[in-house]
């Protein structure tokens, strides 16, 4: 039996950026990583092929997006999630703490789980830590997060603490309720942007015996400063031979900085999200390419770009694939961002290694910054 292991390898002298290797059940994770999400057992508009070739190690699926449909009896009877979806490499599971954040509208919080109505049909349902463990060990993943609770950004500290107290009580009863050894269980630190709270949360979860530590309830309306001053903050209050994610962050800024202050995992819907809304992610800035002026335009999305989007067709044809509600562009479309983001992790990884890191980061922000005019939306006729 394969047991999750975490091997620091490296780091840059000159910041917090770390090199390691997540050792899993179904594969070996070069870190720091981008993790493409998942939610439905599916990267959308991506095959498993494509994401192979595009370099992806490890997805994210959704534990209560699962629950719901197709639900554990299905996901059993096809074999587990890695067979259903035929993802034969590692897969990290959220715990569905989040979309108790995202749809608290439909959810009553209590001491012993969370009731909320399926944003599906309507129909009740109780979520238990206990579940949210027992869910993830059905779907099989490879990794697997704790259940917490998110409050939304701009909380009064009062539900803040609170939010963030009940997520270290439900810590423990997911690690009473594991009956698994071939996968990892990472706890979840919460706080909102209050060092004071992020400190009380990283000591009592890390005194816990997870095999990794993330930090959530970040990025949830909060600005991007205070997103990463909280980052600098508990980073460094994690344990340094663990590893540390930083859940739902995934704009090219926030991974060079915050891969900078030493965090080695990031997850996001964006690159996905942002294809189908034809914003397009290059190292020069996004462009969104409804814009008239890439009609003509007989230039890749990204040149030099090594995706196959940028090898084989021109942003005319590709903004014409969107004119015309053709479903290949939100693949096209789709593999180029989710290949920039992990191509810059790529980058990270190699400059880490050479002891470049920073100039890396510096040149990328820089080269972004100039060419934020080009996130300006024109005329779309």
Not at 159 to 188: H, Q
Not at 272 to 283: E, G, L, Y
Request: proline content about 5%.
């Amino acid at each position: 039996m394969t047991r999750f292991r975490f091997e620091l390898t490296g780091g840059d002298p000159a910041s917090g950026a770390r090199l390691g290797r997540l050792h899993t059940a179904h594969g070996v994770v070069e870190t720091p990583v981008f993790m493409p999400v998942g939610t439905l057992g599916t990267v959308k508009g991506l095959t498993p092929a494509q994401l192979e070739e595009i370099g992806a190690s490890i997805i994210l699926g959704n534990t209560y997006h699962l629950y719901l449909r197709p639900g554990m009896e299905v996901v059993s009877a096809l074999g587990g999630l890695h067979k259903m979806a035929a993802w034969p490499h590692p897969i990290l599971t959220d715990s569905g703490g989040y979309q108790v954040f995202s749809l608290r509208h439909r959810a009553k919080i209590e001491e012993h789980g969370v009731t909320f109505a399926s944003h599906i049909d309507g129909t009740p349902h109780l979520l238990t830590p206990e579940d949210a463990i027992g869910i993830q060990e059905t779907l099989g993943s490879d990794i697997m997060m704790a259940f917490d609770e998110c409050p939304p950004a701009g909380a009064h500290t009062r539900v803040v603490t609170r939010a963030m107290e009940r997520t270290s009580r439900w810590a423990r009863r997911c690690i009473d309720a594991r009956t698994r050894e071939d996968n990892a269980l990472f706890g979840i630190v919460q706080g909102g942007i209050d060092a004071e709270l992020r400190r009380r949360s990283a000591a009592d979860l890390t005194s816990l015996p997870f095999d990794g530590f993330a930090l959530g309830g970040l990025s949830v309306g909060e600005s991007r400063d205070a997103t990463w001053a909280s980052v600098g903050a508990a980073a460094p209050l994690l344990p340094a031979d663990k590893p540390r994610y930083l859940m739902g962050v995934g704009t090219p800024e926030d991974l060079l900085v915050c891969t900078g202050l030493g965090v080695d995992m990031f997850d996001c819907v964006l690159p996905t999200r942002h294809a189908r809304n034809a914003r397009i992610m290059t190292a020069d800035g996004d462009f969104n390419l409804r814009n008239a002026r890439f009609r003509l335009d007989d230039r890749p999305l990204s040149p030099g770009c090594g995706c196959y989007a940028c090898q084989h067709f021109s942003r005319g044809y590709l903004r014409h694939l969107h004119k015309a509600n053709e479903v290949l562009f939100n693949t096209l479309a789709s593999l180029h961002n989710v290949y920039y983001l992990l191509d810059l992790m790529r980058g990270a990884r190699a400059a880490i290694a050479a002891g470049t890191f920073v100039d890396y980061q510096r040149e990328l922000l820089a080269r972004r910054a100039a060419s934020a005019a080009l996130t300006e939306d024109a005329p779309t006729a």
